[in-house]
């Protein structure tokens, strides 16, 4: 299995759908399933009926993965979108952004 180029915590920008050029930060990532879940993209409601549990009932609003394929991890340094490549520093592996050559983690 490739290393993880997007990981939790990580600041991403939304490349194509209807949050297109959106950022977020990465709740959770499915690997699994190829996606990722983005704090304020892909919010999908829910009417719900009230039930014991919830009496009040209402509408739910949630983040609902996304395709890893439609993020691209945000440039340290200008917030841009950008790739990532894996480079060795200090006898540790670590993610740089292609566009600037910022270190990411490490």
Same mark, same amino acid.
Not at 5 to 34: A, C, F, M, N, Y
Not at 61 to 71: L, N, Q, T
């Given at each position: 299995?490739?290393?993880?180029?997007?990981? /939790?915590?990580?600041? %991403?920008? #939304?490349?194509?759908?209807?949050?297109?050029? +959106?950022?977020?930060?990465?709740? @959770?990532?499915? *690997? /699994?399933?190829?996606? %990722?879940? #983005?704090?304020?993209?892909?919010?999908?409601? +829910?009417?719900?009926?009230?039930? @014991?549990?919830? *009496?009040?009932?209402?509408?739910?609003?949630?983040?609902?993965?996304?395709?890893?394929?439609?993020?691209?991890?945000?440039?340290?340094?200008?917030?841009?979108?950008?790739?990532?490549?894996?480079?060795?520093?200090?006898?540790?592996?670590?993610?740089?952004?292609?566009?600037?050559?910022?270190?990411?983690?490490?």
């Amino acid at each position: 299995m490739a290393a993880a180029k997007i990981k /939790k915590g990580d600041s %991403v920008v #939304v490349r194509s759908g209807k949050d297109k050029g +959106r950022t977020g930060t990465v709740l @959770q990532v499915l *690997p /699994k399933d190829e996606k %990722v879940l #983005v704090s304020g993209i892909n919010v999908a409601t +829910r009417h719900r009926k009230p039930t @014991q549990g919830n *009496p009040q009932g209402g509408i739910d609003r949630r983040e609902a993965p996304i395709h890893i394929s439609k993020v691209s991890l945000a440039d340290p340094k200008d917030g841009k979108a950008t790739r990532v490549r894996f480079e060795t520093k200090d006898g540790k592996k670590v993610r740089v952004a292609v566009k600037s050559g910022e270190t990411i983690d490490g």
